[in-house]
């Protein structure tokens, strides 16, 4: 049985398994993504960009960065002001990008690093695979 968990601005369905789909309200239409299904999200001026696994295409919303980090919650990481990356599709890292295992690269902040080498170390120790 699926339950529904929220308020006006946010929504989040909680299905049998573990897939936890996070709900988007876009003005006045609610757009329910599965959460693992988010690669990455880049920030375009007032707009953000949402990158989805096998999609042919991104989902562009009027959004912050700092609101959906907030909703998207410990698996998503802020590694540049412009990205917001699921760390369950990171390949590889280097202290100025984040290649995803569709092979498109994010910048990383320099002075962010080293806080993100230790938050995908403890996603990995935590039971996080990467790839999924």
């Not at 920030?43 to 949402?50: D, F, L, N, T």
């Not at 590889?92 to 002075?111: F, P, Q």
Request: hydrophobic share 35%; with cysteine.
């Amino acid at each position: 049985m699926d339950a529904f968990v929220g308020n006006d601005d946010s929504m989040t369905e909680q299905t049998g398994n573990t897939t936890e789909r996070r709900g988007l309200f876009i003005r006045k239409k609610k757009l329910m993504l599965n959460q693992a299904d988010i690669l990455y999200i880049e920030s375009r001026a007032k707009k953000v960009e949402i990158h989805i696994v096998n999609a042919a295409e991104s989902i562009e919303i009027y959004a912050t960065m700092e609101r959906l980090e907030e909703r998207l919650g410990e698996n998503f990481y802020r590694c540049h002001r412009a990205y917001l990356v699921n760390m369950a599709y990171i390949a590889e890292y280097g202290s100025d990008s984040i290649t995803l295992m569709n092979g498109d690269r994010v910048h990383m902040a320099k002075k962010k690093y080293r806080m993100f080498a230790q938050a995908y170390q403890n996603y990995l120790r935590n039971g996080g695979v990467p790839g999924v």
